[in-house]
């Protein structure tokens, strides 16, 4: 079945270093999304990729999606201490069932 | 809006115990799901349900059982509660359209369940 990988699992990092979370499916995506979950919050969504090879931008934060559906990056720019948090991608298979994966998520600390 | 609403918050069960975790969305998307999220781990699917009276097995979903009477409600079930089920479980809807050109709105969570099994 469809599997969607995301590493590395924890990454601390000092404040103003950046931050690099990769995921990948073992299958072919119709699209991908990305979530923030805070340390006893629920996820929230942050931003859906579509298209292949689309980077899409929100301020500090650029997201990539692989030319072939099958990866994604976040990449967060100059960490701030309100970066901490728990990163989750999640993919919809090319079937598009509505059946929405996640991967295992990254964990961010900073230190001020 | 409310939203997604899950109750209870917070609930402690026994061994073999049966329980229903509540669901309710206000706003009329089709889409539902149920997660678990064991401690420092990722999001797992035990069951969704793409329209009222359509549900479909996830990753996860042996010893839950889930109905979808309505489009607002997806209640899960758990029959005979065992510590492995000890997670927190969260609740969401989305709006999908899968037509020729596929569209999924994002997902909306609720607060969670907190459950321990012991």
């Known amino acids: 079945g469809q599997q969607v990988m995301q590493i590395p699992q924890y990454q601390h990092v000092q404040e103003g270093e950046d931050f690099t979370t990769y995921c990948n499916s073992s299958?072919?995506?119709?699209?991908i999304q990305w979530y923030k979950q805070r340390p006893g919050g629920h996820p929230v969504f942050l931003i859906q990729?579509?298209?292949?090879?689309e980077v899409k931008k929100q301020k500090r934060l650029t997201f990539q999606f692989g030319e072939a559906k099958k990866n994604s990056s976040l990449h967060i720019t100059a960490t701030q201490t309100t970066d901490v948090g728990t990163y989750f991608c999640?993919?919809?298979?090319?079937?598009?069932?509505?059946?929405?994966?996640f991967g295992q998520g990254t964990t961010l600390q900073v230190k001020p | 809006n409310a939203g997604v609403t899950q109750t209870p918050k917070f609930r402690i069960l026994k061994i073999g115990q049966s329980m229903t975790l509540q669901c309710a969305q206000d706003?009329?998307?089709?889409?539902m799901y149920w997660y678990r999220q064991d401690p420092g781990m990722g999001l797992k699917l035990i069951y969704y349900?793409?329209?009222?009276?359509?549900?479909d097995k996830g990753e996860v979903p042996n010893g839950y059982n889930v109905s979808r009477s309505t489009t607002e409600d997806f209640p899960l079930r758990l029959e005979l509660a065992a510590p492995s089920q000890t997670s927190v479980y969260f609740c969401?809807?989305?709006?999908?359209?899968?037509?020729?050109?596929?569209?999924?709105?994002?997902?909306?969570f609720g607060n969670g369940t907190r459950l321990t099994v012991t």
């Open positions: 969401a809807s989305s709006y999908a359209w899968v037509g020729a050109r596929p569209i999924n709105s994002p997902l909306h």
């Open positions: 999640a993919g919809h298979g090319s079937s598009n069932t509505g059946k929405l994966i």
């Open positions: 349900s793409v329209g009222a009276g359509i549900t």
């Open positions: 299958t072919t995506l119709s699209n």
């Open positions: 706003m009329n998307h089709n889409y």
């Open positions: 990729l579509v298209k292949s090879g």
